[in-house]
């Protein structure tokens, strides 16, 4: 709308300025004239401003505009001047082919056809092929018009003829954008396209009119004539206002060439003497108006040489830049980790760059020979017809592919065909882009052992909780025994019953430990106590796949500063390829042996079995990540590589030792020793003598959800005086806080209605001092870390424990509260 009042109110002024100025003929033809000149002007001023906006072929088409206009606009100040000197229009002077060749300007530039992208690539060869055409439009303007205007000649005869060209142009003009209308794949230069063809057409019409007048000398400017160009002009700077800007274009990413033939060039070249000389030898004039023609068909012909030689110039720069291009391309297919294959569409393998050739394993002039379905899998060689047939249907297909290397084994490979397609359309190749899958499939796997590892972590969890609680009460009750007990068997009976029960519950903690997932925090612990709580892990599985298991250990402590999760993780990785590789190799009387000792200021761990061994050629990389032996699907190939960084990030070593092959596996573990701050009692000290943990006069708090284990505590308690309320819920122990004042609370870590967590939080509202006197009972104290940091250094009782446990934690409290 803004540009319908835009060109309403020109042509207002425009009609209403000449109409003012019409008793002063030369002020109304400067005016006009002006007015016209300058909104010819317009035109270039907007690409100007829009310039940026484009790129490559699309600039090209526009510069080629804003070009043609100021020729136009050159044209018509020439044309004024001739009017203003003389008193009368002149239409076949030095002005006449400056306005020629503006007007046919927008005919040359839609040769570039912008609607096809931009194919910045191609623009140097366009720009040469649209200056051929001028060359051509020059040539026809200059041979039929001002040739003939500059010999003795009637001048209608001339004008007669300029017309009947302007007419012909403006058709050309009109049919140029119509079909280029019709062609346009791009719907933003469709609109376009719409716009200039809606301008043109209407100044065809109008300029037939116009003609007429000027034939009949009743033309002047500032006539409602000059509609003819007023129009067209206004359509030129609408299109340029609203033209679609530049965008990058797949074709060009791709490296497509979108560069017309040479032959585009080839045509005006062969034009200009076709027409000049034709004419000459068809209707010769003789004078010196043949003579001019010559000169004239002479000149241009050179000058189209020269185009063309440049036209040649640029399209041989093409060519090489193209020729780059695809050594480029090739080299990057060529040198690219994914496998590319090339086939025809009978499947037969046309071309494989270097990566499939390596994970195939046939020589490359043996895979020009074969087809596609015999590197695959046998089970997967009738799919290569559906893969095919998909292709054509939907352009592209995405799936796994199992191949078959030439030793015989398979791997799979993720693979995306496409096809390529000829100029009528029939698929010419299939081009398979495909990426080997092992080691992804081997990390999603141990993803999954991982989840699966954290969920068993979860459910030992639960069950060493339901395993705890009844061990407890079995030793408790034991304890209780001995102490009443007079007959030496009995009490000898009872004791080893309290052993085996504290033995059952190290095995639950042993496994608790390993399957927790730790702090990262590294602690003071003994590498003989690691050695043995995973060789109790093991010991039973192994026995019973009559594997033998040998504990050689320091007879000292061998402290340590690790974490122990990480340790631990490094002996079992070794215990299970030892027993990997004894099972699989059929070893008789299969044995493995741990054995610890200290060497200078490190202590070792050595890990041997009595296997096969590992070969030599395979030593060199066995704590490579993923290098592994096992069949897919029952290793990783990480457990030893990340063994390996463990050991490292702790300040030692993990290294295969030497020895002769076929005598078996040895790995030694060296971590740097650590001198302990200060000794440390084994809480499962089952010998220990009596602590005095007296509690006369003072009251504790029992907060036990299970009756047995509530009722345990409590008979334990008040055999060392102490005065006991019981509570068996979160709400229970609350309430017996907000009644009265305790010295002790033993309060269970799970509780049916909330945890003890929660109770310490209760009591903390209540009395802040009392929070320095609980002791958590539990039989997962690492757990209480994991998800308590704030809790982890408070006192813990791990279940099952002793009365000499009890004793020592009540001494520890007691002593630490004071």
Known sequence: MAYLVFAGSYVVVYLATAAALAPWPEARTIAADGLLG???????????????????????????????????????????????????????????????????????????????????????????????????????????????????????????????LVEAHRFLLVAGFAVGYWIARDENWRRTYLQILAGTTSGFVLRLVTNRAIANHSYYSGSVFDLAWIVPFFAYVWAACEAPASRAEADEAMGRAATPSALTSVIPVLGIPLIGYGLLWLSPIGGAEDSFRVLLTTICSAGGLGLLTLRLTVQSSELHRADERLKLLAAAVEQTGDLIIITTPDARIEHANEAAVRALGYPREQLASMRLPDVLDEAQRDLVGQIGTHVRGSGVWRGTLYHRRADGRTFPAASTVVALRGDDGSVTHFVGVQRDITEELRLRDQLVNSERLSAVGELVAGVAHEINNPLQTIVGCVELLIEEGRDTAVVRDLKLVRQEAARAGQIVRNLLSFVRRGSPDRKLVDLNDIVRAMADLREFHLVQRGVTLTLDLAPQRLPVVANRDEIQQIVVNNLLN??????????????????????????????????????????????????????????????????????????????????????????????????????????????????????????????????????????????????????????????????????????????????????????????????????????????????????????????PFTSADLDRALTSLMASAS
């Open 578 to 799: 030892a027993e990997h590789a004894l099972m699989s190799s059929g070893t008789p009387q299969p044995a493995i042996t741990l054995k610890t000792w200290t060497d200078g200021g490190m202590h070792v761990v050595e890990m041997s079995d009595n296997g096969p061994g590992i070969s030599p050629e395979l030593r060199g990389r066995i704590f490579e990540p993923f290098f592994t032996t096992k069949d897919v699907g029952e290793g990783t190939g990480l457990g030893l590589s990340i063994s390996l960084g463990i050991a490292r990030a702790h300040g030692g070593a993990l290294e295969l030792c030497d020895g002769v092959p076929g005598t078996g596996a040895c790995f030694r573990l060296s971590i740097p020793a650590a001198i302990p701050a200060a000794a440390t009692v084994g809480a499962g000290d089952l010998s220990a003598d009596r602590v005095d943990a007296a509690g006369e006069g003072r009251r504790a708090l029992v907060v036990e959800d299970e009756a047995p284990i509530r009722q345990l505590i409590v008979r334990l308690l008040q055999r060392r005086g102490y005065a006991v309320v019981e509570a068996h819920s979160r709400t229970a122990a609350q309430d017996a806080v907000r009644g009265g004042s305790f010295d002790l609370v033993l309060c269970d870590l799970r509780l049916s209605d909330g945890s003890g967590v929660s109770v310490v939080e209760d009591i903390r509202a209540v009395s802040p001092i009392l929070t320095r006197r609980v002791i958590f009972v539990t039989g997962d104290a690492s757990g209480l870390a994991a998800a308590e940091p704030e809790f982890a250094d408070m006192p813990v009782l791990p279940k």
């Open 38 to 164: 300058a909104l010819a002007l317009v035109v270039p001023a907007v690409v100007l401003w829009r310039r940026r906006s484009w790129d490559g072929v699309q600039r090209l088409f526009w510069d080629m505009f804003a070009v043609s206009q100021i020729l136009w606009a050159i044209g018509e100040f020439g044309f004024m001047y001739g009017e203003i000197v003389e008193g009368r229009p002149s239409w076949v002077r030095w002005h006449t082919m400056f306005s020629l060749c503006g007007g046919i300007g927008p005919m040359i530039a839609v040769l570039a056809r912008p609607d096809r992208g931009v194919r910045k690539e191609s623009t140097a060869a366009i720009a040469v092929d649209l200056a051929s055409y001028g060359l051509l439009a020059a040539f026809i303007y200059s041979y039929f018009v001002m040739v003939p205007s500059l010999l003795p000649a009637t001048e209608t005869q001339v004008e007669s003829v300029l017309l009947s």
